[in-house]
Protein backbone atom coordinates (compact mmCIF):
# COMPACT_ATOMS: atom_id res chain seq x y z
CA UNK A 1 0.00 0.00 0.00
CA UNK A 2 1.38 3.59 -0.93
CA UNK A 3 1.76 6.52 1.61
CA UNK A 4 0.42 10.01 1.51
CA UNK A 5 0.64 12.65 3.90
CA UNK A 6 -2.60 14.59 5.48
CA UNK A 7 -3.55 17.02 7.85
CA UNK A 8 -5.37 15.39 10.82
CA UNK A 9 -6.58 16.07 13.79
CA UNK A 10 -7.02 13.66 17.38
CA UNK A 11 -9.02 15.65 19.63
CA UNK A 12 -10.82 18.84 19.49
CA UNK A 13 -9.53 22.27 19.99
CA UNK A 14 -7.30 25.04 18.75
CA UNK A 15 -5.53 25.81 15.67
CA UNK A 16 -2.24 23.63 17.48
CA UNK A 17 -4.63 20.20 17.23
CA UNK A 18 -3.54 19.79 13.81
CA UNK A 19 -0.97 17.65 13.22
CA UNK A 20 0.63 16.87 9.36
CA UNK A 21 0.67 12.77 9.08
CA UNK A 22 1.95 10.18 6.99
CA UNK A 23 -1.06 7.93 6.17
CA UNK A 24 -1.82 5.02 4.04
CA UNK A 25 -3.46 5.35 0.62
CA UNK A 26 -5.09 2.03 -0.79
CA UNK A 27 -6.14 1.67 -4.45
CA UNK A 28 -9.54 3.34 -4.44
CA UNK A 29 -12.51 0.91 -4.44
CA UNK A 30 -15.31 0.52 -6.32
CA UNK A 31 -16.57 3.71 -8.13
CA UNK A 32 -13.91 5.68 -6.63
CA UNK A 33 -10.99 7.44 -8.17
CA UNK A 34 -7.91 8.69 -6.86
CA UNK A 35 -6.73 11.71 -7.29
CA UNK A 36 -3.67 14.22 -6.36
CA UNK A 37 -4.92 17.68 -4.86
CA UNK A 38 -3.81 20.86 -6.40
CA UNK A 39 -5.05 23.15 -4.07
CA UNK A 40 -7.70 22.94 -0.85
CA UNK A 41 -9.80 25.07 -0.27
CA UNK A 42 -10.43 26.49 3.10
CA UNK A 43 -14.06 27.19 4.63
CA UNK A 44 -15.55 28.29 8.02
CA UNK A 45 -17.19 24.78 8.29
CA UNK A 46 -13.83 23.26 8.85
CA UNK A 47 -13.44 25.18 11.80
CA UNK A 48 -16.78 24.13 13.19
CA UNK A 49 -15.29 20.43 12.79
CA UNK A 50 -11.94 21.23 14.86
CA UNK A 51 -13.51 23.15 17.60
CA UNK A 52 -16.22 20.21 17.91
CA UNK A 53 -18.96 22.84 17.23
CA UNK A 54 -19.61 19.57 14.19
CA UNK A 55 -19.16 16.24 15.36
CA UNK A 56 -15.93 14.39 13.59
CA UNK A 57 -17.07 11.24 12.60
CA UNK A 58 -13.95 9.62 13.88
CA UNK A 59 -10.70 10.22 15.76
CA UNK A 60 -7.98 10.89 13.98
CA UNK A 61 -10.00 12.93 11.25
CA UNK A 62 -8.99 15.00 8.39
CA UNK A 63 -10.86 17.40 7.73
CA UNK A 64 -12.06 19.77 5.04
CA UNK A 65 -14.61 19.24 2.20
CA UNK A 66 -13.29 21.21 -0.98
CA UNK A 67 -10.49 20.91 -2.95
CA UNK A 68 -9.67 20.73 -7.09
CA UNK A 69 -6.74 18.35 -8.42
CA UNK A 70 -5.96 15.77 -11.18
CA UNK A 71 -7.54 11.73 -11.75
CA UNK A 72 -4.14 9.41 -10.66
CA UNK A 73 -6.10 6.54 -10.72
CA UNK A 74 -9.75 5.11 -11.62
CA UNK A 75 -11.06 2.46 -9.47
CA UNK A 76 -13.16 -0.42 -10.21
CA UNK A 77 -16.80 0.52 -12.15
CA UNK A 78 -15.61 3.95 -12.95
CA UNK A 79 -16.55 5.16 -16.64
CA UNK A 80 -17.49 8.59 -16.35
CA UNK A 81 -13.49 9.70 -15.48
CA UNK A 82 -10.14 8.86 -16.70
CA UNK A 83 -6.68 9.96 -15.28
CA UNK A 84 -5.70 13.34 -16.17
CA UNK A 85 -8.92 14.82 -15.30
CA UNK A 86 -9.23 18.03 -13.90
CA UNK A 87 -12.02 17.48 -11.11
CA UNK A 88 -13.39 19.58 -8.12
CA UNK A 89 -15.34 18.96 -5.42
CA UNK A 90 -16.95 20.57 -2.27
CA UNK A 91 -19.04 18.03 0.04
CA UNK A 92 -16.74 15.10 0.94
CA UNK A 93 -14.71 15.21 4.33
CA UNK A 94 -11.41 14.57 4.23
CA UNK A 95 -9.79 17.59 1.62
CA UNK A 96 -6.96 18.48 4.23
CA UNK A 97 -4.21 15.63 1.88
CA UNK A 98 -2.00 15.68 -0.65
CA UNK A 99 -3.94 12.36 -2.41
CA UNK A 100 -7.06 10.40 -2.01
CA UNK A 101 -9.68 8.35 -3.01
CA UNK A 102 -12.82 9.97 -3.75
CA UNK A 103 -16.25 8.91 -4.60
CA UNK A 104 -16.79 10.03 -8.35
CA UNK A 105 -20.79 11.06 -6.91
CA UNK A 106 -18.61 13.89 -5.29
CA UNK A 107 -17.02 15.37 -8.57
CA UNK A 108 -17.59 17.67 -11.24
CA UNK A 109 -15.08 18.11 -14.10
CA UNK A 110 -13.34 21.86 -14.01
CA UNK A 111 -13.84 23.21 -17.90
CA UNK A 112 -11.28 24.78 -19.74
CA UNK A 113 -10.91 28.33 -18.81
CA UNK A 114 -11.16 27.50 -15.03
CA UNK A 115 -7.85 27.15 -13.51
CA UNK A 116 -7.75 23.90 -10.69
CA UNK A 117 -6.51 27.02 -7.96
CA UNK A 118 -9.92 28.42 -8.57
CA UNK A 119 -11.89 25.72 -9.04
CA UNK A 120 -10.97 24.92 -5.32
CA UNK A 121 -11.42 28.55 -4.57
CA UNK A 122 -14.95 28.47 -5.31
CA UNK A 123 -16.36 25.27 -5.36
CA UNK A 124 -18.06 25.37 -1.28
CA UNK A 125 -18.99 29.20 -1.13
CA UNK A 126 -19.71 29.62 -4.76
CA UNK A 127 -22.34 26.57 -5.27
CA UNK A 128 -23.56 28.11 -1.63
CA UNK A 129 -24.11 31.42 -3.47
CA UNK A 130 -26.09 29.65 -6.06
CA UNK A 131 -28.65 27.95 -3.72
CA UNK A 132 -28.72 30.77 -1.46
CA UNK A 133 -29.88 33.13 -3.94
CA UNK A 134 -31.43 31.13 -6.52
CA UNK A 135 -33.51 28.77 -4.65
CA UNK A 136 -33.63 29.36 -0.66
CA UNK A 137 -35.22 32.81 -2.09
CA UNK A 138 -34.97 33.64 -5.82
CA UNK A 139 -33.34 36.65 -6.13
CA UNK A 140 -34.23 39.37 -8.73
CA UNK A 141 -34.60 42.78 -9.70
CA UNK A 142 -36.93 43.46 -7.27
CA UNK A 143 -34.83 42.46 -4.62
CA UNK A 144 -33.58 43.94 -1.57
CA UNK A 145 -30.94 41.56 0.25
CA UNK A 146 -28.88 42.11 3.37
CA UNK A 147 -25.91 39.89 3.09
CA UNK A 148 -23.90 39.83 6.41
CA UNK A 149 -19.85 39.34 6.06
CA UNK A 150 -19.78 41.00 2.59
CA UNK A 151 -15.97 40.61 1.90
CA UNK A 152 -15.94 36.99 3.40
CA UNK A 153 -15.22 34.29 0.89
CA UNK A 154 -19.32 33.48 0.07
CA UNK A 155 -19.63 37.11 1.14
CA UNK A 156 -17.90 38.45 -2.05
CA UNK A 157 -19.29 35.72 -4.44
CA UNK A 158 -22.57 36.70 -3.05
CA UNK A 159 -22.40 40.28 -3.88
CA UNK A 160 -21.61 39.92 -7.56
CA UNK A 161 -23.85 37.25 -7.98
CA UNK A 162 -26.99 39.03 -6.63
CA UNK A 163 -25.68 42.31 -8.44
CA UNK A 164 -26.14 40.22 -11.85
CA UNK A 165 -29.58 39.27 -10.86
CA UNK A 166 -30.40 42.49 -10.54
CA UNK A 167 -30.99 43.03 -6.87
CA UNK A 168 -29.94 45.75 -4.16
CA UNK A 169 -27.55 44.50 -2.30
CA UNK A 170 -27.17 45.57 0.94
CA UNK A 171 -23.57 44.59 3.01
CA UNK A 172 -22.02 44.37 5.82
CA UNK A 173 -18.38 44.21 6.79
CA UNK A 174 -16.07 44.69 10.23
CA UNK A 175 -13.80 46.97 9.06
CA UNK A 176 -13.64 50.42 6.20
CA UNK A 177 -11.11 48.57 4.40
CA UNK A 178 -13.52 45.10 4.29
CA UNK A 179 -16.10 47.67 3.32
CA UNK A 180 -14.04 49.29 0.27
CA UNK A 181 -13.82 45.86 -1.13
CA UNK A 182 -17.47 44.77 -0.39
CA UNK A 183 -18.75 47.84 -2.33
CA UNK A 184 -16.28 46.47 -5.26
CA UNK A 185 -17.89 43.26 -4.99
CA UNK A 186 -21.27 44.21 -5.62
CA UNK A 187 -23.05 45.62 -2.96
CA UNK A 188 -24.71 48.58 -3.34
CA UNK A 189 -24.46 49.88 0.62
CA UNK A 190 -21.99 48.63 2.94
CA UNK A 191 -22.14 48.92 6.57
CA UNK A 192 -19.22 48.78 9.05
CA UNK A 193 -21.09 46.73 11.72
CA UNK A 194 -17.83 47.17 14.09
CA UNK A 195 -19.10 51.33 14.36
CA UNK A 196 -22.61 51.12 13.11
CA UNK A 197 -25.64 49.73 14.39
CA UNK A 198 -27.02 48.51 11.14
CA UNK A 199 -30.20 48.00 11.81
CA UNK A 200 -30.57 51.59 11.90
CA UNK A 201 -28.60 51.67 8.93
CA UNK A 202 -31.17 49.23 6.86
CA UNK A 203 -34.55 50.75 8.07
CA UNK A 204 -32.60 54.23 7.15
CA UNK A 205 -31.08 52.38 3.36
CA UNK A 206 -34.72 51.11 2.58
CA UNK A 207 -36.81 54.52 3.91
CA UNK A 208 -37.96 52.26 7.09
CA UNK A 209 -39.14 49.09 4.86
CA UNK A 210 -36.59 46.60 5.37
CA UNK A 211 -35.43 43.65 3.74
CA UNK A 212 -36.90 40.98 1.99
CA UNK A 213 -34.39 38.46 2.66
CA UNK A 214 -31.52 38.87 5.35
CA UNK A 215 -28.44 36.04 4.67
CA UNK A 216 -27.00 35.53 8.38
CA UNK A 217 -23.92 33.24 8.64
CA UNK A 218 -22.80 35.17 11.51
CA UNK A 219 -25.57 33.22 14.09
CA UNK A 220 -25.00 34.67 18.07
CA UNK A 221 -23.44 38.56 17.56
CA UNK A 222 -26.11 39.52 14.98
CA UNK A 223 -29.92 38.15 16.68
CA UNK A 224 -32.19 39.07 16.84
CA UNK A 225 -31.57 42.63 14.62
CA UNK A 226 -31.19 40.40 11.41
CA UNK A 227 -34.84 39.67 12.05
CA UNK A 228 -35.40 42.99 12.73
CA UNK A 229 -34.28 44.01 9.24
CA UNK A 230 -36.95 42.33 7.57
CA UNK A 231 -39.98 42.93 5.63
CA UNK A 232 -43.26 41.74 6.75
CA UNK A 233 -43.16 38.16 4.92
CA UNK A 234 -39.75 38.59 4.82
CA UNK A 235 -37.39 35.24 4.68
CA UNK A 236 -34.49 35.25 7.71
CA UNK A 237 -31.97 32.22 6.51
CA UNK A 238 -29.46 31.75 8.98
CA UNK A 239 -26.78 29.60 7.31
CA UNK A 240 -23.46 29.97 9.27
CA UNK A 241 -22.79 30.79 12.83
CA UNK A 242 -18.93 32.43 12.57
CA UNK A 243 -19.83 34.41 16.06
CA UNK A 244 -21.45 31.34 17.91
CA UNK A 245 -24.51 29.63 17.22
CA UNK A 246 -27.87 31.09 18.00
CA UNK A 247 -29.56 29.89 21.29
CA UNK A 248 -32.63 31.89 22.03
CA UNK A 249 -34.35 31.55 18.47
CA UNK A 250 -38.32 30.81 19.09
CA UNK A 251 -41.42 30.50 16.66
CA UNK A 252 -43.10 33.69 18.13
CA UNK A 253 -40.18 35.70 17.25
CA UNK A 254 -41.44 35.48 13.15
CA UNK A 255 -45.34 35.60 14.64
CA UNK A 256 -44.00 39.40 16.39
CA UNK A 257 -42.24 40.47 13.72
CA UNK A 258 -44.72 40.04 10.81
CA UNK A 259 -45.39 36.71 9.77
CA UNK A 260 -41.60 35.78 8.42
CA UNK A 261 -39.88 32.96 7.25
CA UNK A 262 -37.09 31.35 8.69
CA UNK A 263 -34.73 28.37 6.97
CA UNK A 264 -31.54 26.77 8.35
CA UNK A 265 -30.09 25.34 5.14
CA UNK A 266 -26.96 23.71 4.38
CA UNK A 267 -24.96 23.38 0.78
CA UNK A 268 -24.98 19.66 1.12
CA UNK A 269 -29.21 18.98 0.97
CA UNK A 270 -29.42 21.44 -1.63
CA UNK A 271 -26.53 19.17 -3.92
CA UNK A 272 -28.11 15.82 -3.03
CA UNK A 273 -28.82 14.36 -5.97
CA UNK A 274 -25.99 13.70 -9.14
CA UNK A 275 -28.42 16.31 -11.38
CA UNK A 276 -28.30 18.74 -8.30
CA UNK A 277 -25.05 18.81 -7.86
CA UNK A 278 -24.55 19.22 -11.78
CA UNK A 279 -26.69 22.43 -12.35
CA UNK A 280 -25.31 24.14 -9.39
CA UNK A 281 -21.94 23.55 -10.48
CA UNK A 282 -22.45 24.61 -14.14
CA UNK A 283 -24.18 28.14 -13.22
CA UNK A 284 -21.49 28.53 -10.77
CA UNK A 285 -19.12 27.54 -13.96
CA UNK A 286 -21.18 30.09 -15.68
CA UNK A 287 -21.31 33.12 -13.72
CA UNK A 288 -17.40 32.81 -13.00
CA UNK A 289 -16.64 32.15 -17.00
CA UNK A 290 -18.85 34.97 -17.95
CA UNK A 291 -16.61 36.91 -15.58
CA UNK A 292 -20.01 38.13 -13.75
CA UNK A 293 -18.20 36.96 -10.20
CA UNK A 294 -14.73 36.51 -9.73
CA UNK A 295 -12.83 34.78 -7.52
CA UNK A 296 -10.42 36.44 -4.98
CA UNK A 297 -7.80 34.30 -3.70
CA UNK A 298 -6.65 36.13 -1.08
CA UNK A 299 -4.49 34.26 0.92
CA UNK A 300 -2.76 31.32 0.32
CA UNK A 301 -0.49 28.68 2.62
CA UNK A 302 1.25 25.70 2.84
CA UNK A 303 -1.01 22.75 3.88
CA UNK A 304 1.26 22.20 6.78
CA UNK A 305 0.58 25.62 8.23
CA UNK A 306 -3.29 25.14 8.12
CA UNK A 307 -3.08 26.48 11.97
CA UNK A 308 -2.05 29.33 10.90
CA UNK A 309 -4.97 29.56 7.97
CA UNK A 310 -7.48 28.57 10.52
CA UNK A 311 -6.31 31.49 13.20
CA UNK A 312 -6.47 34.46 10.66
CA UNK A 313 -10.15 33.07 9.35
CA UNK A 314 -11.01 33.03 13.12
CA UNK A 315 -9.97 36.37 13.87
CA UNK A 316 -11.61 38.04 11.43
CA UNK A 317 -7.97 38.69 9.18
CA UNK A 318 -9.40 37.28 5.84
CA UNK A 319 -11.01 38.49 2.81
CA UNK A 320 -11.94 36.80 -0.30
CA UNK A 321 -11.13 33.08 -0.63
CA UNK A 322 -8.03 31.11 0.84
CA UNK A 323 -6.26 28.17 0.07
CA UNK A 324 -4.03 25.78 1.31
CA UNK A 325 -1.55 24.53 -1.17
CA UNK A 326 -0.39 20.50 -0.85
N1 LIG B 1 -24.95 26.61 5.28
C1 LIG B 1 -24.16 26.52 4.25
O1 LIG B 1 -24.50 25.87 3.25
C2 LIG B 1 -22.83 27.23 4.26
C3 LIG B 1 -21.91 27.02 3.23
C4 LIG B 1 -20.73 27.77 3.23
C5 LIG B 1 -20.48 28.66 4.26
N2 LIG B 1 -21.38 28.81 5.26
C6 LIG B 1 -21.16 29.79 6.34
O2 LIG B 1 -20.94 31.04 5.74
C7 LIG B 1 -20.06 31.81 6.56
C8 LIG B 1 -18.95 32.35 5.70
O3 LIG B 1 -18.04 31.29 5.39
P1 LIG B 1 -16.63 31.61 4.73
O4 LIG B 1 -15.88 30.34 4.75
O5 LIG B 1 -16.85 32.35 3.47
O6 LIG B 1 -15.97 32.58 5.82
P2 LIG B 1 -15.68 34.16 5.72
O7 LIG B 1 -16.96 34.88 5.45
O8 LIG B 1 -14.57 34.38 4.78
O9 LIG B 1 -15.18 34.45 7.17
C9 LIG B 1 -16.07 34.68 8.20
C10 LIG B 1 -16.34 36.18 8.38
O10 LIG B 1 -17.39 36.34 9.33
C11 LIG B 1 -17.27 37.58 9.95
N3 LIG B 1 -17.41 37.46 11.40
C12 LIG B 1 -18.27 38.18 12.14
N4 LIG B 1 -18.15 37.87 13.42
C13 LIG B 1 -17.20 36.94 13.51
C14 LIG B 1 -16.61 36.24 14.60
N5 LIG B 1 -17.01 36.44 15.87
N6 LIG B 1 -15.62 35.35 14.34
C15 LIG B 1 -15.21 35.13 13.09
N7 LIG B 1 -15.74 35.76 12.00
C16 LIG B 1 -16.72 36.66 12.22
C17 LIG B 1 -15.88 38.13 9.58
O11 LIG B 1 -16.06 39.17 8.63
P3 LIG B 1 -16.18 40.70 9.17
O12 LIG B 1 -14.90 40.99 9.88
O13 LIG B 1 -16.40 41.49 7.95
O14 LIG B 1 -17.34 40.68 10.10
C18 LIG B 1 -15.17 36.95 8.96
O15 LIG B 1 -14.22 37.34 8.01
C19 LIG B 1 -19.64 30.90 7.71
O16 LIG B 1 -20.45 31.18 8.82
C20 LIG B 1 -19.94 29.50 7.18
O17 LIG B 1 -20.20 28.59 8.20
C21 LIG B 1 -22.55 28.10 5.28
Known sequence: MSKTQAVSFSKTGGPEVFEFVDIDLPPPSSGEVQIRHAAIGLNFIDVYFRTGLYKAPHLPFVTGKEAAGTVTVVGPGVTDFAVGDRVAYAGSDGAYSVERNIETKHLVKVPDGISLETAAAMMLKGMTAEYLLRRTFKVGPETVLLFHA???????????????????????????????????????????????????????????????????SIGRDTFPQSLDCLKRLGMFVSFGQSSGPIEDFSLAMLAQRGSLFATRPTLFSYIATAEELKDCANALFAVVLSNKVRININQTYPLREVGRAHADLESRRTTGTTLLIP
Request: hydrophobic share 40%; no cysteine; glycine share 16%.
Open 150 to 216: AAGGVGQIAGQWAKALGATVVGTAGSDEKVKIALDHGYDHVINYKTENFLDRVREITGGKGVDVVYD
